[in-house]
């Protein structure tokens, strides 16, 4: 254990600088190239004072110009800007929970899709009321599957999961008007209310900026999250490794890349069938090695112990390694830079489905009847293209660190029973960790979430905050790209407890866990929600009242401004590294930085500086602390 050691931002950086390289070599362009170019920003669009949503525009806000054509000002700018972003993260979410509930909806005993925890099926069945006695279990997956997809567009009510919140929480959404009805209308109100000539009142714009990230976080997301589990299995603690070094020049390198893991899931599969690995190895590879970049990355190595080779701004890179013979992507995040990139290599662009298409790809339409077909084709695909590699563009760095992952609520509820030694002999609920957090043994907690953005160092925020945290006895849960920062520095290997306070290095000993725990994907906040839910009731708090913040230092997708908005909704004060183009409006500034306070007891911080983000988490989580008199 004596030699543990982080790797470096500059490490990193060393390693980028020597792929690119490679790519000057064969001409390709890369997204350090493109930010040149699109440096400076338009001032406009940063400060979200650009309307263009009607054709009478585009039209600016400035001092001489302080309306559009319509009068609009530059509030009602900004807050309709803000909500279509908050939109289109909650419809991506979502309807990648959609197809998750699809699939099981077409999950079938002979596969390729199966019920693979049929307790939490039943779980979901009885808290939604749904008859469970002597059903067979596919029969119960196609009706529970059936209501999930309904939630989409249900006609009255409000999102069933949202039963899980605690009834203080649920009493704030509802005299907020926040409390989020059926998926689809929610994005079609937040189209509607910023539809040329409706709303401009930034507070009504907020309102249903939560209300439709709510029906992400307490919705769609819930449901990718929860149908995942139920299709593909609950996490538990796995061991993987991360970073680019997890690419095996001997083999046949395939990358996951996207989000959806039904894909993913069958691509792995194929690659572990010994007749695929014969296969390969009578193409002159010595086997297979399916590694994942972003969150596609995250569901595989959460249930899989499947390698993480990076995060989102190490796309780019695993195709420079020139030893990538297929990147596989399913939705969102994806470069379509992939395109051009992947054509100065031998690597295939494979896209998969219809909802992001790309140019200079191999499609192969992906769908729940033909996955196994399709999942076969591509990773015969890849097979065939090793022998197409150039060896002299070959340079995969051996940097990797371990990692255990797998870290959902149950697995952390299991985890830390036991942990504590004394009164609490309650297992099966979060008070040893409660305790742990009361005792002041851990301060608390800190949900760290989100992209990359290359108007940051990439993974410098992710990193040096959660070194912070842990130092100072804070734990990190962690999703996203954010989880995968933490891995390829190291933050989860459990070595890593001698970065920590104290009081955290204990708990890690006895409980036998990193300080850096992996929730999972970007959809999986929505574990966080419940972990944050499940607290508050096990300790009779409401959720603000927790030490527990979370942070998106360098997010930079509508998704990310989606979970913002439901996590701070859910009563968590959420901070932000990188401003969601809001600046030009102080009113806006002021409720998303102080007045949804009233509405959720909580609100939003941006800080750009590094040093003061960390403290200001660790100030907010000692106040609360405070007000608790712990
Ligand atoms: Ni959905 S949204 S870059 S992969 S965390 Fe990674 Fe996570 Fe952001 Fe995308
Ligand atoms: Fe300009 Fe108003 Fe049209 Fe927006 S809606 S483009 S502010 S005229």
Same mark, same amino acid.
């Given at each position: 254990m004596g030699d543990f050691k982080l790797t470096t931002i500059e490490e990193n950086e060393a390693i980028t600088n020597r792929l690119l390289e490679t790519g000057a070599k064969v001409g390709a362009d890369s997204w350090q190239l493109r930010v040149k170019n699109q440096t400076p920003h338009c001032k406009f669009g940063e400060q979200g004072v650009c309307c263009r949503i009607c054709s009478m525009g585009p039209c600016r806000i400035t001092p001489k110009a302080p309306r559009g054509i319509c009068g609009c000002d530059a509030h009602g700018i900004v807050g309709r800007n803000f909500l279509r972003f908050t939109a289109g993260g909650c419809a991506a979410h979502s309807d990648h929970g959609r197809e998750i509930a699809h699939t099981l909806y077409q999950a079938r005993p002979e596969g390729p899709y199966k019920v693979k925890d049929p307790e939490k099926l039943i779980r979901i069945a009885k808290e939604w009321n749904i008859e469970t006695e002597g059903k067979d279990i596919y029969d119960l997956a196609h009706e529970v599957a059936y209501v999930a997809l309904g939630e989409y567009g249900k006609i009255e009510g409000y999102q069933n999961f949202t039963s899980r919140a605690p009834e203080h929480t649920r009493e704030l959404w509802k005299k907020a008007e926040i409390m989020p009805r059926a998926v689809d209308r929610e994005i079609a109100t937040a189209m509607h209310m910023t539809h040329m000539g409706n709303t401009s009142k930034p507070e009504a714009l907020v309102r249903q900026s939560f209300r439709t990230g709510l029906s992400d976080g307490w919705g769609g997301s819930m449901t990718g999250t929860e149908f995942s589990d139920v299709l593909f299995g609950t996490p538990t603690p796995i061991e993987t490794e991360a970073n680019l070094g997890v690419m095996v020049a001997e083999n046949v390198n395939i990358v996951v890349h996207g989000h959806d893991p039904s894909l993913s899931e069958l691509i792995c599969e194929y690659a572990d069938d010994p007749e695929m690995i014969a296969y390969a190895k009578s193409k002159g590879a010595k086997g297979i090695t399916v590694s994942g970049v972003c969150c596609t990355s995250n569901e595989v190595a959460m249930?899989?112990?499947?390698?993480?080779?990076?995060?989102? &701004?190490?796309?780019?890179? %695993? @195709? &420079?390694?020139?030893?990538?013979?297929?990147? @596989? @992507?399913? %939705?969102?995040?994806?470069?379509?830079? &992939?395109?051009?990139?992947?054509?100065?290599?031998?690597?295939k662009f494979v896209t998969t489905s219809p909802i992001c298409q790309m140019p200079d790809s191999d499609f192969v339409r992906f769908d729940a009847a033909t996955a196994g077909e399709n999942a076969k084709a591509i990773v015969k695909m890849a097979i065939d293209n090793f022998e197409n590699r150039n060896p002299d563009l070959v340079y995969i760095p051996d940097t990797k660190q371990k990692a255990t992952v797998g870290y959902s609520v149950e697995a952390i509820v299991k985890t830390l029973d036991g942990v504590t030694n004394s009164q609490v002999d309650e297992t099966g609920t979060t008070k040893p960790l409660l305790q742990c957090i009361t005792s002041g043994v851990i301060r608390g907690a800190v949900a760290m979430v989100g992209c990359n953005n290359p108007k940051i160092r990439p993974d410098y925020l992710h990193v040096e905050l959660m070194k912070k945290m842990i130092a100072n006895d804070i734990v990190i849960i962690a999703s996203g790209c954010s989880a995968q920062a933490a891995a390829k520095a190291g933050l989860m290997d459990k070595a890593a407890k001698d970065l920590c306070g104290a009081g955290l290095k204990r708990v890690c000993e006895l409980a036998d866990i990193p300080p850096v725990l992996h929730m999972g994907s970007c959809v999986d906040i929505s574990r966080m929600l419940m972990l944050a839910a499940e607290l508050a009731k096990d300790s009779g708090l409401n959720i603000s009242q927790l030490p527990v913040v979370g942070c998106a230092p360098e997010w930079m997708s509508e998704k990310a401004v989606s979970i913002g908005n439901y996590v701070v909704s859910t009563g968590l004060d959420t901070f932000l590294g990188v401003d969601p183009y809001v600046s030009g409006s102080d009113q806006m500034c002021e409720l998303l930085t102080n007045g949804v306070r009233d509405w959720v007891e909580a609100a939003y911080t941006v800080e750009k500086d590094l040093d003061k983000l960390g403290d200001l988490m660790i100030e907010r989580i000692e106040e609360k602390r405070a007000a608790l008199g712990i």
């Open positions: 249930r899989r112990g499947i390698p993480m080779a990076g995060n989102f &701004l190490q796309q780019e890179n %695993v @195709v &420079l390694t020139g030893a990538c013979e297929a990147i @596989v @992507v399913d %939705v969102q995040c994806i470069f379509p830079a &992939l395109g051009p990139l992947s054509k100065c290599f031998h690597t």
